[in-house]
Each structure stands twice: as structure tokens, then as C-alpha cells.
């Protein structure tokens, strides 16, 4: 995906003299030393284990051509609405509900994917250059959307001390520093599977309150505790600040080609938050109308496969804790989600580890440093996936293991010892 590319903005339309390009899209598009290094593998036919992949229709994880045909649901008239078919609402709503959440209909409000529901919040809260509160580590994707949105982004911070928790301390000074019109909230969070506590929830809403913020909680892993013991409530309906849930079929159901996604917003201003967002969707209406139409019988079938993806994840964690058990790197917990972080020795840089891995090992990590890592602990992290089919992903992680060791040993040799 482009965001795996090194985000450098350099200004191409100016260097060029082609003023009329914009700034807000001058992304460098080359590619990252380690792309670079996984493109040469490839094309030099040696074998790469990808552990990056969270693709789940490329991991096993499909419906079959009949479960299939019953998502495309019959809409030979086209008659649009812009927030979303009733059917379609009214099936969220209904998922929501038995999330814990407490929502109807009426709050629903349908798009194409979580991204374009973020860009359209974005344009709906903030004038330009107005600023967004997002956490670090975090996902790269919001920086493009933001760019495109005209909206500035600031960062809080999660701690880590074994665990990842939100500090209420360093959420206030983020929060003074920045100005922020709304803070976001990702639970369970991607990629370090924080899922955050009644406390911490009770915290956050007296801190937009407090601040006249709105509240953005975005929930798509949230059918995915990896450990039982952290499944928590969806907060949609949330009626104290204006709460905006956002989550989707890519997640939900493991279904990303559906490209369907949708947003519950609830609390004071949510009657114009919603008016204005069924003019802005009004305006690209890019939630199709047959997969609207089938959402129903999708939502219905998603419990079964969340199941077997947790089944994986479990599975491949479990895998994951035996085989680096007593050696130098460390699996950090894993609450939810369908990513782990593993944390390496600090004898190289996250992407000295993993241009390592690819290059000797042939094993396929993220470096820490795609989702702020250094900006939060100084150790290296590598972020790698736990949908991966079990064998594959023992492969992986057994060659991500006999790295570290061999190199301990070295270490030892050079020693003298």
C-alpha cells in the first residue's frame, strides 16, 4: 500500500515548476529501503515469508460463491439515500445494539470504508487547519487523510510499561498544547491491541467535555479479544459529548472487498453532525447500494468468521510465546486485535532488524518506526500479523528466532567468552 512508502514531503510542484499541483498531495512516492529490499528478493526468485500481511481474504478466510451471492442483495431500481439504505442502518443499528452499544437507525450513517468516513468527519468538525488529536503509536493512514482534509494532526501519547495505558496526564498536555477540535480513540488499538478500561473511557469523556471536544472512537477490531478477558462495550450512543463510532465490514465481517463501513454518532450536535453529513455523502454517494442491500446477511454470517479469526490469532500468539520464550525478544501482550509487537534487542534500529530479517532470513516485519514507536519507547519494535495461515506463520517466526540467536551467539564469539 502507498502508505509503506517513506512519507517525505518535498514539494515536487514547486522543485518542477508545476504550481498548479498541491501541496497537500506531494507524498513522496519512492520506495522505502526495505520495499526496495522485498521487491529485489522477489524478483531475484528467493523465497519471502510475509508477516505482514492482515489481508484476510489472503489467509483462507473467504465465504464460499453461495455465501457470497447472498451479500450482493437485489437493488434493480436505484434509489440512493444518502446516509444510507434503511435496510442497511437499521442492520447496524441491530449489530451495534448487540455490541453493548445503544444506538438506532436514525444515528447510523453509511459509507465505503472507515478512511472516507474519517475525511468526511474531518470536513464536517474542522475548518482548515484545525487541529485532530490522534494517539502514538498509531495507524500512517491518518496523515493522508488528514492532508486531504486540510486538518492538522497532533499526537498523544499511549504509555508502555509491559502494558499499553492511556496517561491521563500526558492526554491533558496534549490536549492544552494543541487545541484540538476532536481526539480520537482506537480500541482495541492497532497495532499494540490496547483496549481501553472503564476508567480510562470515564476519563476521556470528562476530557472532551471539559475541552468541548468531540469524541472519535474508532471500534473495527472490537469482535476480536484475543484475550477473553479484554473484551469491552461498544461506546457507541455514548450521550454526554458528541460521540462519533466508526467500524466496518473489512473488520467486522473479514470481508474488505465489500468496501462498506459506517459511523454511529450520538451526544450533543449530533442532529447537525448528521445533517450535514448526509449533504456531504449526498454530494459522492460512494456506499454502493448492492452491497448496502446485503449488509443484512453479511452482519448475519460475520460471527462465524470472527470466530475462526480469533481461532487464528490465538493460535498463532500462542505459537508465537513458545517458540521466543527464552530468547532476547519479547512479545508484547496482546489484548486484542489481529496484530502482535514484538520487541528485539537493541544491537540495531527497528529497520536495521528488519532489513536483517528480509535479507538473511527471507521473513517480511514492519518496522516500529511506521507507527511512531520511537516516539514512545526507545527499544526497537517489529509489528508483524497473526492472521497468517499457522504454518506459515511458524515458519516466520522460527527464522525471526533463529536470527536473534544466531546473532546472540556471535555477540558471545566476538566477547572472547
Not at 324 to 339: I, K
Not at 351 to 365: D, F, K, P, S
Request: glycine share 10%; charged share 15%; proline share 5%.
Amino acid at each position: 500500500m502507498v502508505w509503506l512508502q517513506l512519507r517525505i514531503v518535498i514539494g515536487y510542484g514547486s522543485l518542477f515548476g508545476m504550481e498548479t499541483f498541491s501541496q497537500r498531495t506531494s507524498w513522496s512516492r519512492g520506495l522505502t529501503e526495505l520495499e526496495s529490499a522485498r521487491v529485489a528478493r522477489v524478483r531475484s526468485g528467493a523465497p519471502v515469508w510475509d508477516l505482514t500481511c492482515a489481508n484476510p481474504t489472503r489467509q483462507g478466510f473467504t465465504y464460499g460463491r453461495e455465501a457470497l451471492a447472498s451479500f450482493l442483495g437485489v437493488a434493480e431500481a436505484y434509489a440512493p439515500c444518502a446516509l444510507g439504505l434503511p435496510e442497511a442502518r437499521a442492520a447496524v443499528a441491530a449489530y451495534i445494539c448487540g455490541q453493548g452499544g445503544q444506538v438506532d437507525a436514525s444515528q447510523v450513517w453509511i459509507g465505503s470504508g472507515t478512511s472516507e468516513l474519517y475525511w468526511h468527519a474531518m470536513t464536517i468538525l474542522c475548518d482548515p487547519g484545525a487541529c485532530w488529536l490522534v494517539p502514538q503509536p498509531g495507524y500512517p493512514l491518518f496523515d493522508y487523510v488528514a492532508d486531504l482534509a486540510g486538518v492538522r494532526l497532533a499526537r498523544y501519547p499511549l504509555a508502555w510499561d509491559g502494558a499499553w495505558y492511556l496517561q491521563a496526564d500526558a492526554l491533558e498536555q496534549a490536549v492544552g498544547a494543541s487545541g484540538a477540535r476532536a481526539l480520537v480513540i482506537i480500541s482495541p488499538h492497532n497495532p499494540t491491541g490496547h483496549v481501553w478500561t472503564a476508567a480510562e473511557r470515564e476519563m476521556v469523556v470528562d476530557c472532551c467535555r471539559r475541552h468541548q471536544m468531540a469524541l472519535v472512537v474508532d471500534e473495527v477490531f472490537l469482535d476480536y479479544p484475543v484475550d477473553a478477558s479484554a473484551s469491552e462495550p461498544s461506546v457507541a450512543g455514548c450521550e454526554e459529548v458528541l460521540t462519533i463510532c466508526l467500524s466496518g465490514a473489512s473488520k467486522v465481517a473479514a470481508f474488505p472487498q465489500g468496501k462498506v463501513a459506517w459511523g454511529a454518532v450520538a451526544g450533543p450536535g449530533a442532529e447537525e453532525f448528521l445533517g450535514r453529513a448526509e449533504l456531504v455523502s449526498d454530494t459522492y454517494l460512494h456506499a454502493s447500494t448492492v452491497i448496502q442491500a446485503g449488509l443484512p446477511a453479511l452482519l448475519k454470517a460475520a460471527p462465524a468468521m470472527q470466530a475462526r479469526v480469533r481461532a487464528r490469532c490465538r493460535e498463532n500468539l500462542a505459537c508465537a510465546r513458545r517458540r521466543l520464550a527464552g530468547t532476547a525478544v519479547s512479545v508484547c501482550g496482546v489484548p486484542a486485535g489481529w496484530s502482535m509487537l514484538l520487541r528485539v534487542p537493541d544491537t540495531m534500529d527497528d529497520i536495521g532488524w528488519a532489513l536483517r530479517a528480509l535479507q538473511a532470513e527471507g521473513v517480511l516485519v514492519h518496522p516500529g518506526y511506521l507507527f511512531g514507536m520511537e516516539s514512545v519507547h526507545s527499544s526497537p519494535f517489529l509489528g508483524v500479523s497473526l492472521l497468517l495461515e499457522a504454518s506459515a506463520f511458524a515458519e516466520g517466526i522460527e527464522r525471526l528466532a533463529r536470527l536473534v540467536e544466531e546473532g546472540a551467539d556471535a555477540q558471545v564469539l566476538e566477547g572472547g567468552t
